[in-house]
């Protein structure tokens, strides 16, 4: 059964203090990964996609790097506006089937 | 704006209702998903329609239904109304395979 395994489910942090996210996956038929940032009460917002073992990607303080069976969310001296929580999802199936399978999460909490 | 809209925003009701939330999809999307993200179980995938049919059914309850209009726009109906259907219903369109998907912001349903 394809699966998604988010570790920790909640970090604190001091600003400033850099540390990183845990996805591990079980898929059959891996299309792709994404990491996903949502703010309570508000739908998830895209940040990445990787598709293959080795592949990297950098937006501002965030750096998602991939393996064949984890990816990683690096967070470079976070901010108290890094706060939120960073979902992982994996694509998997062929055709028109398209479904995205969501980790539970991690919590993140940078403090000043 | 992700430009995926869903209303209405907020909706409470009593047990054994019937409710139906409405997702219209970013211009040129396809395909439409629902999920409920509920407090303990994280994001679950509900059902696609992608150009009107239905693709996939994930763990949907006999009591929802879905179905996707000829404009592509999308209404989630929840029926006999239970206090644990209480959660965030989320609508996001994809373009197509191999595309991520982009939420709405929700419809939170309190049922009381």
């Known amino acids: 059964e394809d699966q998604v395994t988010q570790s920790p489910e909640a970090l604190r942090l001091q600003e400033g203090e850099s540390s990183s996210l845990n996805c591990s996956y079980t898929?059959?038929?891996?299309?792709?990964l994404f990491w996903y940032r949502q703010d309570p009460g508000k739908g998830p917002e895209f940040l990445f996609t990787l598709y293959s073992a080795g592949e990297e990607k950098e937006k501002e303080r965030l750096k998602a790097t991939l393996t064949k069976k984890e990816s990683f969310l690096h967070i470079t001296a976070p901010k108290p506006e890094d706060s939120a929580t960073y979902l992982c999802a994996v694509q998997a199936g062929s055709g028109g089937y398209n479904k995205l399978i969501f980790g539970a999460g991690t919590r993140l909490a940078v403090h000043p | 704006d992700s430009g995926v809209t869903q209303t209405p925003k907020h909706l409470i009701t009593a047990t054994g209702q019937r409710v139906t939330l409405r997702c219209s999809p970013r211009?040129?999307?396809?395909?439409v998903y629902w999920y409920q993200q509920s407090l303990d179980q994280g994001l679950q995938f509900l059902i696609q329609?992608?150009?009107?049919?239905?693709?996939a059914k994930g763990n949907i309850l006999e009591r929802f239904s879905a179905q996707q209009f000829p404009d592509l726009h999308s209404e989630l109906n929840l029926s006999s109304l239970e206090l644990g259907d209480s959660a965030l219903y989320f609508c996001?369109?994809?373009?197509?395979?191999?595309?991520?998907?982009?939420f709405g912001s929700g419809t939170r349903l309190t049922v009381v």
């Open positions: 329609y992608y150009n009107g049919e239905e693709r």
């Open positions: 996001a369109s994809s373009a197509g395979q191999n595309y991520g998907y982009t």
């Open positions: 898929v059959s038929g891996l299309r792709g």
């Open positions: 211009s040129g999307d396809l395909s």
